[in-house]
């Protein structure tokens, strides 16, 4: 292994403490390569934040399939930041598409996420809190929550843009990884800030794996190690007044994601409905890209203050 990664020259010239020193130094590159990927997920959330000083800017669209109505086409910006290792800070910005009705914008999200153990665990919870100011009319479903059914979504735009929701969103985020296998685990529970309303409970799980564990050691775009393939499956749990699984919809999603070695990543899904509530398809994808540095590079332009 080490007359492949080091050239004998090499070996020849440099004392032996120096060259085990290098592959080690090259076996943390490789791992941290691989745990940089990034996850297939769209709706589940595993405890991975981004790295600290880095932004990451994604662009989603989910099209959707409406009994009773028209499809649609929803889409959403995201700007996440990492401001510390154990805080990452996101803002959304979202709108959609309504086929034969109209394009309106519908709203944006404030989120932030805790991990709330400094150390890699065998189960590892991060805390989610999220705010959002949106109206009726959002259709990006990034979340299934309370009685969220298929039929809400029928209404026309200029209708549904009329009702503003102002609500509190938080997940606790369960997360494991072991032998490249990671599983995820959200329970999820939501507040409309209007005291009448109850409190919402919804879930979403996920599982998933690289195709392939080992790194190859050229830089290549379609090694089996850039693509990550899983599942994920998310719906409602009722509310406070009428909790359990009446009158709420379920959705099962394979996923897959291209990372390239460019920091570039690409996202699939196609979510299917379970019940007669759920849209029979929500087709999703996605597009990311990570800059490192960011927070650096705002240091040095407000005179190193931040």
Not at 61 to 67: A, E, N, P
Not at 116 to 144: G, S
Not at 156 to 172: C, G, I, Q, W
Request: charged share 20%; net charge negative; proline share 5%.
């Amino acid at each position: 292994m080490a007359a492949r990664v080091v050239p004998e020259r090499l070996r020849e010239i440099l004392p032996r403490s120096v060259v085990s020193a290098l592959l080690v130094a090259l076996f943390l590159c490789r791992a941290s390569l691989l745990a940089a990927q990034e996850s297939p997920y769209i709706v589940t959330y595993d405890h991975y934040l981004e790295e600290p000083g880095s932004l990451e800017v994604e662009y989603f669209s989910t099209f959707g399939t409406q009994r009773g109505g028209n499809d649609f086409d929803a889409f959403w910006t995201e700007f996440e930041y990492g401001a510390t290792a154990w805080w990452t800070a996101e803002v959304y910005v979202s709108g959609q598409t309504t086929f034969n009705d109209s394009t309106i914008f519908t709203g944006t999200r404030l989120e932030n996420r805790f991990r709330l153990l400094q150390r890699e665990h065998f189960v590892n919870p991060v805390l989610y809190i999220e705010f959002e100011n949106t109206n009726a009319a959002d259709k990006i479903l990034k979340e299934v929550e309370g009685h969220d059914v298929e039929s809400d979504y029928a209404v026309s735009n200029a209708v549904l843009r009329k009702e503003h929701d102002h609500e509190l969103e938080m997940k606790l985020l369960l997360s494991s990884t072991f032998k490249g296998w990671n599983v995820a685990v959200n329970p999820i529970v939501t507040k409309n800030l209007l005291p009448s309303e109850p409190w919402e409970f919804a879930y979403a799980v996920g599982a998933s794996r690289p195709l392939a564990l080992r790194a190859s050691p050229n830089r290549c775009n379609f090694c089996p190690e850039n693509f990550i393939a899983g599942v994920e499956m998310y719906g409602g749990l009722g509310d406070t007044q009428s909790p359990g699984l009446h009158d709420t919809s379920h959705y099962l999603a394979p996923v897959v994601a291209w990372n390239l070695p460019s920091d570039w990543t690409v996202r699939l899904s196609s979510g299917f409905g379970l019940n007669d509530n759920s849209h029979r398809l929500l087709l999703r994808w996605g597009l990311s890209r990570e800059f490192s540095g960011f927070g650096k590079v705002l240091s040095r332009l407000f005179g190193g203050r931040l």
